[in-house]
Every structure is written in C-alpha cells, then in structure tokens.
C-alpha cells in the first residue's frame, strides 16, 4: 500500500546545547516521508526553491520516495530558524521565511489520486481540504495542526476534521482544540468533530492514544518514549513519529486496534532515532533491523505479568 | 511480611478548582498506609498533637495499622494549607504550621524494630538516619525526599542514601538531585550514590524505574498513570503511589525485576484512586477487587503484540 503526505520541505538551521546546524534538510514531510519510506511507498506533495539542493533530491530518491508532486518553484525553499536549551521540549524560533511555501498550492499528480492513505502534515486547514478534494476516496486520513490554525482559522479547521479519521497533536493542541484541560474528555470532543482516532504526542513522555471501541466504550493506550541518554536535536520528531506511524499503517494496510497499538510503537522508535542527530542524519541511514530491535526494547520496557491474588 | 513507615500524620486545607476541604486528615505517612494497608502489615511512625481526632484514629485502625508507634504530644497536629489551578500538578502552599512536628524525634517501638521493610517518608535525612539506626537489619529501604532536603542538607541526604535500596522521588527532584536533566543519566549517577533503585514519579505522565540488572545493564520500566476523566484533588497522590508500591513489595516479600514491576502498577493505581476524592475519600473505602480490577486496565492499556517482519 502507499501513503501521500503534503506538508513542508524546508531547510532549517539549529542551535542547540549540544551543537549547531546550518541549512540542513528539514521540514514536516521531509521527516514524515523519510521515516515512512521504511514502512511503505510514500508520494511527497510540497514545494521548494531552485536552490534546493540535489543531494536533497537524492535522499529522498534513495528511500523510494515518489517525487511527482515535488514542485520547484522560481525563488528560495522554505526557511526556518530556531534554537533550544536544556529543555529540549521548547523550541524558540528565531527567524521564519516562508519563500515559496507561501503560495504552495497542493496539486495531487494522477499517480497519486489514489493512494489509500493520505497525511495532512500541518498546513492551512483550506489547503488540507484542497487535498482532499482531489483524491479519490482515501481509505484513511490523518492530520497534524498547530495552535495558529486553532486560533485564527478553528472553523476551518473543524471543516477539514469532519473528513479526517485520524487527528495527530500534542497534549498542549488537544486541549486548545478541544477547551478542555482532561485528555479524555478531550478526546470525547474531538471524536463528535469527525475524527474516530486521537494520537497525543507528549515528547519525552510518549503517546497516548484514544479512540472508540466497536462496542462505543473509549479505548485508550499509552506507549512511553524511548529513554535516550543523549538527544541531540528535537526537531522533526513528532513528523517523524508521524511518518512511522502512519507508514506502519500503510504498509501493513492494517487499521484495527492491534495494528494501530504496534503502529504508535514504530512511530516512538522512529522519533527516537530522529533526535539522535541533527536533521536527517540518523533517520536516513537506518536498517529494519534497528527498528525492530527498538520495538522489542519498548515491548520488554513496558510490559508486566499478570497479578494472581494468591501472590500476597 | 511488614512494613514500617516515618513521615508525617497531618490536618490539610485544599482548595481546587472543584471544590474545597477543612481540615481533614493528610499527612504523607496517613496517605502512605492507608494506600500500603490493602497489600500488607503497617506499622506508622509519626506525631500527632492532643487535636488529633479519635474518628482519624479509627481510621487507621480499621485498616489495621498499628499504630503503637503514633505518638500524642500536648500541642496541635501539623497543619498544610494549599491550593491548586487547573495544572493540578501545581500546588501552592498557603500555610504550613509544623506544630508538634517541629519536635519530631522518631523512636521505633521494640514491636516494629525487626521489620523487614521500611518507608522513609520525606522528613529530614538526619531524622531518616536515626530511623535505620533503631532497625534491626530490614530486608529493603525505601525514601522519599524533596528539594527543601536536596538544597540545604544535600550532604546529609547523601548520607542517608547510602542506606537506601529504593529512591522514590519526582522528576524534578530527580534531576535537581542529580544536577543531570536526563533521567537515564541521573539514574546511573544516584546509584553510584548507593541506592540500587530509582523510581521516577512523573504526576500525569506516569513512572519510570530504573535499575540495574544481574548483567549490570540499566533495566527501564516505564507505566502511564491511569487515565481519569475526574481529578478532583492530588493532594496525596505521590504517598498514594509509593503505598502501593511499597506495600505490594512488603506484602508479596519479593523484590525480584517482575514484582517489582507488578508493584509500580499496584503504585500507580492507588494513586489514581487517591485522587478522585478529597483526602482519604476514595482511598478508605477501596475493595481489593476494584485495585485488581484497575491493574487489568493498566496492562489492557499498554500491551502490544509482537512484531513479525512479514506483516508489511
């Protein structure tokens, strides 16, 4: 199976206490798509300058990456700048030019029209519907927003949620989307809004993921992160567990509840080879192997036996 | 098998965003054995002044704790008033009257001397000290401490923890104490300190364990807490938490990687109940199945299946 991915290609440049980059590779479908080309056949939908480099050309090219819907546009790729401390959940930004990503306008070659899952990486939510509107019939879609998009265009957005099953944030997103400090109640929000899935990203302290049972009960999951005694960049993780997540989906063209538990798994081990270097430096020259190797650390890390009253 | 506690026995005023409490029992110690109670035997150790009510008593007793080392002094009973927001992971002190527990000297009665485990709740580390120097060789010793100990009496803390099997503190004390932002690399520091066992309470995030296997490897353990859609007031929570832990421990008498897993999800579900009432609400009036019943939630809620390659 393949998935389609719109969002940002970018280059960035990063400080942080552990060292610089300058004008590296980044951007939400940069790291989605190298992450899910591990899974699955990935479609790349963005746009970038004439000073996009071609070595970055033949990352992608190297993963299997479809560039089809890779626009080059007259004038410079997307830039951005930013820094963090020791907190390394909290980034700064220092400086954004949009460049030609400020009328990126999706089309969806016809190569891609039907591929059955489809992720919204977080642009403006009229742009997502624009997507959406040319493909036939995705069996799946995920979404990633931000809080300017919940703040300053929330009808919008709400329009664009009614045609996603799978809404992708972090616990500060969900609860400015929904208005509600309790993640569960939150989830029960978003779920009357059109999406039947939640996934909370919660950085260092994993994932939570909600969505309703055949039986209407709430079902809930937790996964922690992979505990890294060194992270050294943060950017593009929660992309990258995306793009894990996602590209699990996809590839085993499974949506029910254990796929999607296994799927959240990957989607950790992902963002955790992420942060290890800067921009795509780890995620690009990973084996299966040290995938599934990080997916039994996380089994053996969070299971327990079960308890028989006779034990105390 | 048993277990002795040291802490503190006290009268709280809590207000939340959800309502509001005079005067009702808290104390670390209160919440401690009341939470151990359902596991195992508890001997208490703490003071009350002579306002100490016969109905809190009766409370412990029904719970069959002993209470032979609670000791009445002439004056009034340590007395907290705080306050939370929505961020319930914040509290803020508004008062806090030290009362008898401004004198407090723990003297371990002969009954309780050769019992083989011990919780040191978070008093001074001197104090803590001459708590161990009363015991009679126990099996296992856990603490708790806080940053008012870390910052001004780190080296008698240091002391103390080379005493310590179990250390059971929050993450910023973690990190705080370790002068180390990343938990895996406090862990390893504090147990160059002595402790040979780190649990890591993270509130809403959940817990991490650390400790070191057989084949001197860093073994982590990593559990959500307990998703509630009603938290009506934390005050207790991280007492709550080491009860369980403590008290599964004491009453299963194994320390073995598997029971000790086990007993950080007995932890974090006696917290979760401790907080969906104020003071011992919730907490007195549990049935052991309702405990067994939520630990099966918990391991509903992380597990996930194997991986085989050939699913994509």
Known sequence: MSIL??????????????????????????????AASYFTRVGLVA??????DAADVELFRSHGIDLKGLETHSGKTFFWQGEYGYDLNDARTLNTQLNVFADFSPRIPAAYQRMPYVFLGNIDPGLQRQVLSQMERPEL????????????HF?????TLKQVDILIVNDAETRQLAQEPN???????????????????????????????????????????????????????????AGGFMGFIAGSGRTDPEA????????????SFNVEKF?????????????????????????FEDFHPNAI
């Open 141 to 152: 879609v995920a979404c990633d927003t931000m809080n300017y998009w919940i703040e300053g």
């Open 183 to 241: 993640l569960v109640k939150a989830a029960r929000k978003i779920f009357t809004w059109g999406p039947r899935i939640l996934v909370v990203k919660r950085g260092e302290y994993g994932v939570m993921m909600f969505h309703t049972n055949p039986a209407g009960a709430l079902d809930v999951f937790a996964a922690p992160a992979y505990p890294l005694e060194d992270v050294f960049d943060p950017t593009g993780a929660g992309d990258s567990f």
């Open 155 to 159: 009808s919008s957005l709400q329009e």
């Open 279 to 303: 921009s795509l430096g780890r995620l690009r020259e990973l084996t299966f192997t040290e995938i599934t190797e990080r997916f039994r650390q996380l089994q053996e890390m969070t299971r």
């Open 5 to 34: 991915v719109v969002g940002s290609v970018a280059y960035d440049s990063i400080k942080t206490p552990f060292g610089a980059a300058e004008r590296v590779l980044g951007g939400s479908a940069t790291y989605f798509s190298v």
């Open 47 to 52: 746009c970038v300058g004439n000073d996009f």
């Open 260 to 271: 999607l538990r296994q799927a959240i798994i990957f989607g950790s081990v992902m963002a």
